[in-house]
């Protein structure tokens, strides 16, 4: 039996410097606040986070943030890049890219090097687009 978990364990050695990978495996299938969920104050992430929920603070991303069609965001939000199916009242700022898909609504100002508008997009604001030079 001792052989047996000694077996084990040098099959299972493999796996331990594999683990590092986990984070390309939670880039893949990025996290999600469904509907239901409400939060008051700062969101922080460093990957992909997709948002069905109500949020009133700021959000700061590294990554790519998904504002579902349920989404009310009340406050500035800054990421990686910026895919809005829902409502923002506050600024957008992307380092990469904003989009703003069929049926979003956006109450507020955007800072982005590229910057897509679906038709049936709603937007009141202003919009500084292209790289700084």
């Known amino acids: 039996m001792a052989m047996f978990s000694s077996r084990k364990s ?3 050695a493999p ?8 984070s390309s495996i939670s880039s893949q299938s990025p996290g999600l606040l469904s509907r239901g969920v409400s939060i008051k104050g700062t969101v922080k992430l460093r990957n992909e986070l997709m948002i069905d929920c109500d949020v009133e603070g700021t959000i700061n991303s590294t990554g790519t943030l998904t504002v579902e069609e349920h989404a009310f965001i009340r406050g500035e939000v800054r990421a990686k890049s910026v895919k809005l199916r829902g409502k923002v009242e506050g600024n ?10 069929a049926g979003c609504t956006l109450r507020g100002d955007i800072e982005a090097p590229r910057f897509v508008v679906d038709e049936n997009a709603t937007f009141l604001g202003s919009a ?4 700084p030079k």
């Not at 500084?128 to 790289?131: A, L, Q, R, S």
């Open 92 to 101: 957008i700022f992307a380092t990469e890219r904003c989009e703003l898909l």
């Open 128 to 131: 500084k687009v292209g790289t």
């Open 10 to 12: 040098e099959s299972e």
């Open 15 to 22: 796996a331990i410097p594999e683990q590092p990978n986990r």
